[in-house]
């Protein structure tokens, strides 16, 4: 006699899986977990999906924030080690030279503007298209 894992509960452990990558699956709650079910060491394959951040399609611009590590040094409407970004926005709202200005700066780094801090240069961590789509976010927060 074989011990069979109920046809049920292999797709719910597959489902929770599946959202625990994809990290957006709140809205579709089914049945609870199975009290058996523990977590179980599966190589996930979709985990691959996310390796490799091609140009022509960008994540949403604070995810990509995120994910390379900006947050450390900055949040949206706080200062930390790095000015908040509202206030970079209100600095640059009148340059019409904004989006190249930051770009270079968001890439070489830099200090003086907002203090003495130096923030690092993010070229080994930012494509230049990158570091421009984050500088037109930024430019649009208010
Ligand atoms: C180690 C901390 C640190 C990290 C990481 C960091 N920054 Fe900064 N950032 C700073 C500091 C400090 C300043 C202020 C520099 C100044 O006063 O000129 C700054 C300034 C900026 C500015 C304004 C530049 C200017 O000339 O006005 C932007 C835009 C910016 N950062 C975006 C980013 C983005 C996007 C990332 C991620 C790719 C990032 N920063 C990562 C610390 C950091």
Known sequence: MT???PHNMRSWLFNALLCANLAACNDNQTTPPPAAATPTPVAAPLATAQNSPTTTSLPAPFA????????VCHSISSKMVGPSWISVSERYRNDNNAVNTLTTRILNGGSGTFGAVVMPPQTANLTPE???YLAQWVLTLK
């Open 3 to 5: 011990l069979r894992l």
């Open 64 to 71: 990509l924030a995120q994910q390379k590590n900006c947050v």
């Open 130 to 132: 990158e570091a421009k």
